[in-house]
T-cell receptor, first 109, second 115 residues
Framework: GQNIDQPTEMTATEGAIVQINCTYQ??????LFWYQQHAGEAPTFLSY??LDGLEEKGRFSSFLSRSKGYSYLLLKELQMKDSASYLC??????????WGAGTKLIIKP | DVKVTQSSRYLVKRTGEKVFLECVQD?????MFWYRQDPGLGLRLIYF???????EKGDIPEGYSVSREKKERFSLILESASTNQTSMYLC??????????????FGEGSRLTVL
């Protein structure tokens, strides 16, 4: 079966760094997306990885290891506005997104 | 900017009522999707469409139908609403299949409560 595993909730301090992990098992693989979702709002695109390695985009970076079925999202210089849920979503062999339940990130001053 | 607009942010309906959720996108995207989102669960795909008058079942199509008569509009229909369809419904569109990464653009969501 297809499965996504990410922590339910994490807490971090403003200004710090946090890493949100995601492990996945899918039928085939065509890349992995990370989305951010603030409470009561729609998800918005953060990153897409299809090759192994780290992709950096400002304060956010995303890493992929296809052989390990593993990805992480790294957030640096945390700001209060980063309090949100972070959704990991790999693409399966049919190019369908398989969504994790998301990690709720709480930022404390 | 891509804009995906859902007709209603909040709806309250009674069991057995027919419910229409409308979604319009303004960027000429081929692909449109309807998801539902419930606490503690990932987004679950109800139906999707790759072209006008075309529809494909997602993971949880039971109790739902869809209509795509025009490229920009994708409607979700609950023929006879039930309490277990109380949820947040999210519409999305994408340009998958071009040089784009295929990222989804979501509407603001429609929170449906069935009493």
């Amino acid at each position: 079966g297809q499965n996504i595993d990410q922590p339910t909730e994490m807490t971090a301090t403003e200004g710090a760094i946090v890493q949100i992990n995601c492990t996945y098992q899918t039928s085939g693989f065509n890349g992995l997306f990370w989305y951010q979702q603030h409470a009561g709002e729609a998800p918005t695109f953060l990153s897409y990885n299809v090759l192994d390695g780290l992709e950096e985009k400002g304060r956010f970076s995303s890493f992929l290891s296809r052989s390990k079925g593993y990805s992480y999202l790294l957030l640096k210089e945390l700001q209060m506005k980063d309090s949100a849920s972070y959704l990991c979503a790999p693409l399966d062999s049919n190019y369908q997104l398989i969504w994790g339940a998301g990690t709720k990130l709480i930022i404390k001053p | 900017d891509v804009k995906v607009t859902q007709s209603s942010r909040y709806l309250v309906k009674r069991t057995g009522e027919k419910v229409f959720l409308e979604c319009v996108q303004d960027m000429d995207h081929e692909n449109m999707f309807w998801y539902r989102q419930d606490p503690g669960l990932g987004l679950r795909l109800i139906y999707f469409s790759y072209d006008v008058k075309m529809k494909e079942k997602g993971d949880i199509p039971e109790g739902y139908s869809v209509s795509r008569e025009k490229k920009e509009r994708f409607s979700l229909i609950l023929e006879s609403a039930s309490t277990n369809q109380t949820s947040m419904y999210l519409c999305a569109s994408s340009l998958w299949g071009t040089s784009n990464t295929g990222e989804l653009f979501f509407g603001e969501g429609s929170r449906l409560t069935v009493l």
